[in-house]
C-alpha cells in the first residue's frame, strides 16, 4: 500500500518561512508528476505547485516568487519551500502524486493534509 506522508506544517507569522515534505512510505520505482494543493476554509481545492519527473515546474500565480517546489528522485520526495507566507495562505496543504504500481497501474495517490496557519 502506498502513503503519501507529509511533514512540515505549522504556525507562522506573515513574512516568516515554512518548508513542507512529503515522502512515499515504501521504495517505489515509478513516480510521476507530484505536487501540491492547498484548501482554505469554505474555499475549493486548488493547485499550488507542480513538478514533473524530469523536474518542470509550474505555479499558481498567487505563490509565484515566494514558494519554490522541489524533488529527490532518489529519496520519493517533494518539497515545498513557502517564503513571505501572508494570512491568505493558511490553508490544509496536500501533496499528491502520480504513481505506477503493478496492481494499479498510474494512479493518483494524496498525503493526509498538513494545516499551514499565518497569523500574528
Known amino acids: 500500500q502506498v502513503q503519501l506522508v507529509e511533514s512540515g506544517g505549522g504556525l507562522v507569522q506573515p513574512g516568516g518561512s515554512l518548508k513542507l515534505s512529503c515522502a512515499a512510505s515504501?521504495?517505489?520505482?515509478?513516480?510521476?508528476?507530484m505536487g501540491w494543493y492547498r484548501q482554505a476554509p469554505g474555499k475549493e481545492r486548488e493547485v499550488v505547485a507542480t513538478?514533473?519527473?524530469?523536474?518542470?515546474?509550474t505555479y499558481a500565480d498567487s505563490v509565484k516568487g515566494r514558494f519554490t517546489i522541489s524533488r529527490v528522485n532518489a529519496k520519493n520526495t517533494v518539497y515545498l519551500q513557502m517564503n513571505s507566507l501572508k494570512p491568505e495562505d493558511t490553508a490544509v496543504y496536500y501533496c499528491?502524486?502520480?504513481?505506477?504500481?503493478?496492481?494499479?497501474?498510474?494512479?493518483?495517490?494524496w498525503g493526509q493534509g498538513t494545516q499551514v496557519t499565518v497569523s500574528s
Open positions: 499528491a502524486a502520480k504513481i505506477y504500481t503493478g496492481g494499479r497501474g498510474w494512479s493518483d495517490y
Open positions: 513538478i514533473t519527473d524530469i523536474g518542470t515546474t
Open positions: 515504501r521504495t517505489i520505482v515509478n513516480i510521476g508528476a
